[in-house]
């Protein structure tokens, strides 16, 4: 959100290799064979979010520590990252243990739709482009102009 903070769950500092307070978590993951090496010393990281963090856009910064001192990386929005529900983790609120209504609620993208009054009822095919681009941004739009909180999307 606008303010990140700690104690709203919006602002989050996880530590590498241990559970932060709210459940995050940052463990290094070794470079895949075949993968494009990088230049010069690299770090791969896995971050793991709880099941109730709350979705929307967020922002990663580093902070390394040595022995000579403390170094931020500047924020780069290219670091950017979107956290929705997961309905494949059996922790999440929104989870659906069966892969057919997986496939159905969330990963369809065209079906049929129906309309009209109790007494005449009419349906048509539609496409529901949850996945097209913009549509996860204009989603989290709303909400913004919705005025939901952000501590409250989790």
């Known amino acids: 959100g606008p303010n990140p903070q700690v104690a709203k769950g919006t602002h989050v500092l ?3 290799g241990e559970t932060s307070a709210t459940g995050w ?3 290094e993951e070794e470079i895949e064979e075949g993968a494009e090496q990088p230049r010069g010393p690299a770090l791969n990281l896995c971050l793991t979010a709880p099941p109730n963090a709350p979705i929307g856009r967020y922002s ?7 022995r000579v001192g403390e170094y931020a990386a500047p924020f780069d929005a290219a670091n950017d990252f979107f956290l929705l529900f997961n ?10 243990e069966k892969t057919s209504d997986l496939n159905e609620y969330v990963l369809n993208e065209t079906g049929r739709i129906f309309y009209g009054t109790e007494d ?9 482009g949850q996945f097209d681009a913009g549509v996860l941004e ?6 913004d102009r919705r005025g939901m909180p952000h501590s409250a999307r989790g």
Do not use: F, G, H
């Open 60 to 66: 990663l910064s580093i902070k390394t520590r040595t």
């Open 87 to 96: 309905p494949w983790c059996p922790d999440d609120d929104v989870y659906m």
């Open 138 to 143: 204009a989603c989290l739009y709303i909400l």
């Open 120 to 128: 005449q009822i009419a349906e048509r095919s539609w496409n529901y």
């Open 25 to 27: 978590t940052a463990e």
């Open 14 to 16: 996880i530590p590498l």
